[in-house]
Protein backbone atom coordinates (compact mmCIF):
# COMPACT_ATOMS: atom_id res chain seq x y z
CA UNK A 1 0.00 0.00 0.00
CA UNK A 2 1.20 3.35 -1.41
CA UNK A 3 0.13 5.64 1.77
CA UNK A 4 -0.39 9.45 0.64
CA UNK A 5 1.84 12.06 2.20
CA UNK A 6 0.95 13.60 5.40
CA UNK A 7 1.76 16.92 3.58
CA UNK A 8 -1.45 16.87 1.28
CA UNK A 9 -3.29 16.49 4.52
CA UNK A 10 -1.88 19.17 6.09
CA UNK A 11 -2.70 21.39 2.93
CA UNK A 12 -5.95 20.22 3.33
CA UNK A 13 -6.74 20.90 7.07
CA UNK A 14 -4.72 24.56 6.65
CA UNK A 15 -7.34 25.20 3.87
CA UNK A 16 -10.38 23.93 5.77
CA UNK A 17 -9.38 26.04 8.93
CA UNK A 18 -8.55 29.11 6.73
CA UNK A 19 -12.34 28.72 5.13
CA UNK A 20 -13.94 28.25 8.61
CA UNK A 21 -11.40 31.27 9.57
CA UNK A 22 -12.94 32.94 6.50
CA UNK A 23 -16.35 32.36 7.97
CA UNK A 24 -16.34 33.46 11.03
CA UNK A 25 -15.43 36.96 10.09
CA UNK A 26 -17.06 37.36 6.57
CA UNK A 27 -20.38 36.48 7.79
CA UNK A 28 -22.54 37.84 10.58
CA UNK A 29 -25.57 35.68 10.67
CA UNK A 30 -24.52 33.71 13.72
CA UNK A 31 -25.64 29.90 12.68
CA UNK A 32 -23.38 30.24 9.95
CA UNK A 33 -20.74 31.32 12.09
CA UNK A 34 -21.49 28.55 14.93
CA UNK A 35 -21.28 25.95 11.58
CA UNK A 36 -17.79 27.19 10.86
CA UNK A 37 -16.73 26.60 14.52
CA UNK A 38 -17.33 23.45 13.16
CA UNK A 39 -15.53 23.72 10.32
CA UNK A 40 -12.53 24.44 11.83
CA UNK A 41 -12.75 21.47 14.65
CA UNK A 42 -12.98 19.44 11.82
CA UNK A 43 -9.73 20.45 10.22
CA UNK A 44 -8.28 19.86 13.74
CA UNK A 45 -9.58 16.25 13.80
CA UNK A 46 -8.61 15.61 10.34
CA UNK A 47 -4.86 16.71 11.21
CA UNK A 48 -4.93 14.71 14.01
CA UNK A 49 -6.06 11.63 12.68
CA UNK A 50 -3.32 11.89 10.02
CA UNK A 51 -0.95 12.35 12.30
CA UNK A 52 -2.07 9.53 14.92
CA UNK A 53 -1.95 7.45 11.38
CA UNK A 54 1.71 8.64 10.60
CA UNK A 55 3.13 8.23 14.39
CA UNK A 56 1.36 4.83 14.83
CA UNK A 57 -0.05 6.04 18.41
CA UNK A 58 -3.88 5.64 18.76
CA UNK A 59 -4.31 8.18 21.38
CA UNK A 60 -4.62 10.99 18.68
CA UNK A 61 -7.89 8.88 17.81
CA UNK A 62 -8.97 9.06 21.21
CA UNK A 63 -8.45 12.79 21.38
CA UNK A 64 -10.52 12.74 18.33
CA UNK A 65 -13.21 11.13 20.16
CA UNK A 66 -13.31 13.61 23.12
CA UNK A 67 -13.05 16.64 20.69
CA UNK A 68 -16.30 15.12 19.38
CA UNK A 69 -18.06 15.02 22.60
CA UNK A 70 -16.78 18.80 23.48
CA UNK A 71 -17.85 19.75 19.68
CA UNK A 72 -21.28 18.30 20.66
CA UNK A 73 -21.68 20.31 24.01
CA UNK A 74 -20.47 23.56 22.67
CA UNK A 75 -23.55 22.89 19.30
CA UNK A 76 -26.42 21.93 22.05
CA UNK A 77 -25.52 24.93 24.15
CA UNK A 78 -25.02 27.48 21.57
CA UNK A 79 -28.08 26.28 19.62
CA UNK A 80 -30.04 26.64 23.01
CA UNK A 81 -27.71 30.53 23.72
CA UNK A 82 -29.34 31.26 20.02
CA UNK A 83 -32.92 30.44 20.54
CA UNK A 84 -32.87 32.32 23.64
CA UNK A 85 -31.11 35.32 22.00
CA UNK A 86 -33.53 35.49 18.74
CA UNK A 87 -36.57 35.04 21.14
CA UNK A 88 -34.81 38.44 22.58
CA UNK A 89 -34.09 40.43 19.56
CA UNK A 90 -35.63 38.74 16.74
CA UNK A 91 -32.78 37.92 14.64
CA UNK A 92 -29.69 36.42 14.27
CA UNK A 93 -27.56 39.12 13.25
CA UNK A 94 -24.53 39.32 15.57
CA UNK A 95 -23.89 43.56 15.05
CA UNK A 96 -27.34 43.49 16.91
CA UNK A 97 -25.55 42.34 20.23
CA UNK A 98 -23.34 45.33 20.70
CA UNK A 99 -25.31 46.07 24.05
CA UNK A 100 -22.81 44.40 26.40
CA UNK A 101 -20.40 47.40 24.95
CA UNK A 102 -21.43 50.06 26.64
CA UNK B 1 -20.06 27.14 -0.27
CA UNK B 2 -20.46 27.05 3.38
CA UNK B 3 -19.52 30.33 3.75
CA UNK B 4 -20.65 32.39 0.54
CA UNK B 5 -24.18 30.93 0.23
CA UNK B 6 -26.73 33.12 1.27
CA UNK B 7 -29.72 30.59 2.40
CA UNK B 8 -28.32 28.77 5.53
CA UNK B 9 -29.82 26.04 4.40
CA UNK B 10 -27.94 25.08 1.66
CA UNK B 11 -24.95 26.30 4.04
CA UNK B 12 -26.13 23.66 6.24
CA UNK B 13 -25.97 20.89 3.04
CA UNK B 14 -23.00 21.86 1.59
CA UNK B 15 -21.13 21.60 5.47
CA UNK B 16 -22.70 17.51 5.24
CA UNK B 17 -21.51 16.55 2.07
CA UNK B 18 -18.18 18.37 3.67
CA UNK B 19 -18.41 15.84 6.59
CA UNK B 20 -18.82 13.22 4.66
CA UNK B 21 -15.99 14.02 2.64
CA UNK B 22 -14.24 13.98 5.91
CA UNK B 23 -14.99 10.16 6.87
CA UNK B 24 -14.40 9.61 3.94
CA UNK B 25 -9.93 10.55 4.91
CA UNK B 26 -10.85 8.69 7.90
CA UNK B 27 -11.41 5.30 6.11
CA UNK B 28 -8.03 6.25 4.19
CA UNK B 29 -6.18 6.88 7.41
CA UNK B 30 -7.29 3.55 8.67
CA UNK B 31 -9.73 5.40 11.47
CA UNK B 32 -12.78 3.17 10.66
CA UNK B 33 -14.29 3.49 14.20
CA UNK B 34 -13.70 7.14 14.17
CA UNK B 35 -15.09 7.74 10.54
CA UNK B 36 -18.65 5.67 11.85
CA UNK B 37 -18.52 8.04 15.23
CA UNK B 38 -18.10 11.10 12.92
CA UNK B 39 -21.03 10.20 10.36
CA UNK B 40 -23.42 9.84 13.33
CA UNK B 41 -22.45 12.88 15.25
CA UNK B 42 -21.86 15.00 12.64
CA UNK B 43 -24.38 14.01 10.01
CA UNK B 44 -26.56 12.54 12.12
CA UNK B 45 -26.91 14.29 15.47
CA UNK B 46 -25.53 17.99 14.61
CA UNK B 47 -26.36 18.74 11.28
CA UNK B 48 -30.12 18.04 12.37
CA UNK B 49 -29.97 20.20 15.40
CA UNK B 50 -28.94 22.66 12.92
CA UNK B 51 -31.78 22.64 10.68
CA UNK B 52 -34.00 22.31 13.20
CA UNK B 53 -32.91 25.98 14.85
CA UNK B 54 -32.67 27.11 11.00
CA UNK B 55 -36.55 26.52 10.53
CA UNK B 56 -37.30 27.14 14.04
CA UNK B 57 -35.81 30.39 13.79
CA UNK B 58 -37.41 31.01 10.16
CA UNK B 59 -33.99 31.37 8.44
CA UNK B 60 -34.60 29.85 5.47
CA UNK B 61 -34.75 32.94 2.89
CA UNK B 62 -32.03 35.68 2.87
CA UNK B 63 -32.49 38.01 5.20
CA UNK B 64 -29.20 38.58 6.51
CA UNK B 65 -27.88 42.04 6.06
CA UNK B 66 -24.78 42.19 4.52
CA UNK B 67 -21.22 43.57 5.57
CA UNK B 68 -19.40 46.11 3.83
CA UNK B 69 -17.24 45.33 0.92
CA UNK B 70 -13.95 46.85 3.71
CA UNK B 71 -15.13 44.38 5.67
CA UNK B 72 -15.38 41.29 3.42
CA UNK B 73 -11.59 42.33 1.58
CA UNK B 74 -10.54 42.63 5.30
CA UNK B 75 -12.07 38.87 5.89
CA UNK B 76 -10.66 37.15 2.53
CA UNK B 77 -6.49 39.23 3.32
CA UNK B 78 -6.85 37.83 6.81
CA UNK B 79 -7.92 33.98 6.50
CA UNK B 80 -5.20 33.90 3.05
CA UNK B 81 -2.73 35.44 5.10
CA UNK B 82 -3.77 32.89 8.15
CA UNK B 83 -3.74 30.11 5.70
CA UNK B 84 -0.09 30.89 4.31
CA UNK B 85 1.56 31.53 7.69
CA UNK B 86 -0.40 27.50 8.44
CA UNK B 87 0.87 25.82 5.89
CA UNK B 88 4.51 27.61 5.90
CA UNK B 89 5.16 26.80 9.68
CA UNK B 90 3.57 22.81 9.07
CA UNK B 91 5.79 23.08 6.05
CA UNK B 92 8.79 21.01 7.39
CA UNK B 93 7.03 18.58 9.47
CA UNK B 94 7.19 15.49 6.75
CA UNK B 95 11.13 15.04 7.82
CA UNK B 96 9.81 14.37 11.57
CA UNK B 97 7.56 11.40 10.73
CA UNK B 98 9.56 7.47 9.69
CA UNK B 99 6.68 5.68 10.59
CA UNK B 100 4.76 3.63 8.64
CA UNK B 101 1.17 3.11 9.21
CA UNK B 102 -0.18 -0.04 10.89
CA UNK B 103 -3.45 -1.20 9.21
CA UNK B 104 -5.10 -1.95 12.36
CA UNK B 105 -4.64 1.02 14.58
CA UNK B 106 -8.56 2.30 13.96
CA UNK B 107 -10.59 -0.61 15.14
CA UNK B 108 -12.74 -0.86 17.65
CA UNK B 109 -10.90 -2.81 19.24
CA UNK B 110 -7.64 -1.28 19.17
CA UNK B 111 -9.02 2.32 20.70
CA UNK B 112 -10.94 1.11 23.54
CA UNK B 113 -8.24 -0.82 24.86
CA UNK B 114 -6.67 2.51 24.78
CA UNK B 115 -10.00 4.49 25.43
CA UNK B 116 -10.85 2.62 28.71
CA UNK B 117 -7.62 2.38 30.54
CA UNK B 118 -5.03 4.51 29.59
CA UNK B 119 -7.50 7.24 29.29
CA UNK B 120 -10.39 6.41 31.54
CA UNK B 121 -10.48 9.38 33.63
CA UNK B 122 -11.11 12.00 30.20
CA UNK B 123 -13.78 9.76 29.64
CA UNK B 124 -15.60 10.10 32.42
CA UNK B 125 -14.97 14.04 32.75
CA UNK B 126 -16.89 13.97 28.85
CA UNK B 127 -19.40 12.39 30.37
CA UNK B 128 -19.91 14.75 32.62
CA UNK B 129 -19.14 17.31 29.98
CA UNK B 130 -22.04 15.91 28.20
CA UNK B 131 -24.48 16.06 31.08
CA UNK B 132 -23.70 19.55 31.74
CA UNK B 133 -24.44 20.54 28.74
CA UNK B 134 -27.99 18.66 28.22
CA UNK B 135 -29.17 20.18 31.68
CA UNK B 136 -27.44 23.98 30.35
CA UNK B 137 -29.03 23.70 27.03
CA UNK B 138 -32.45 21.93 28.50
CA UNK B 139 -32.40 25.68 31.22
CA UNK B 140 -31.41 27.80 28.37
CA UNK B 141 -34.56 26.80 26.22
CA UNK B 142 -37.44 26.62 28.54
CA UNK B 143 -39.95 28.70 28.35
CA UNK B 144 -39.63 31.75 30.24
CA UNK B 145 -42.87 32.28 31.66
CA UNK B 146 -42.04 29.21 34.25
CA UNK B 147 -38.92 31.10 35.92
CA UNK B 148 -40.57 33.30 38.41
CA UNK B 149 -42.50 30.48 39.85
CA UNK B 150 -39.81 28.58 40.73
Known amino acids: MNPIPIQYYIFLSATLFSIGVLGVLYRRNAIIIFMCIELMLNAVNLLMVAFSNYLNDAGGQVFVIFIMTVAAAEVAVGLAILVLMFRNTHTTDINVLNRLKW | ?150
Do not use: R, W
Request: charged content about 10%; overall charge positive.
Open chain 2, 1 to 150: MVVFTKNPVFSVLYLIITFFSIAGHYVLLNAQFLAAVHVIVYAGAIMVLFLYVIMLLNQNQDTEPHKSNMVKFAAVICAGLFMVVLVGSLKGTDQLLQGHPSPDSGYVKNLGKILFTEFLLPFEVASVLLLAAMVGAVMLGKSEKQSPKA
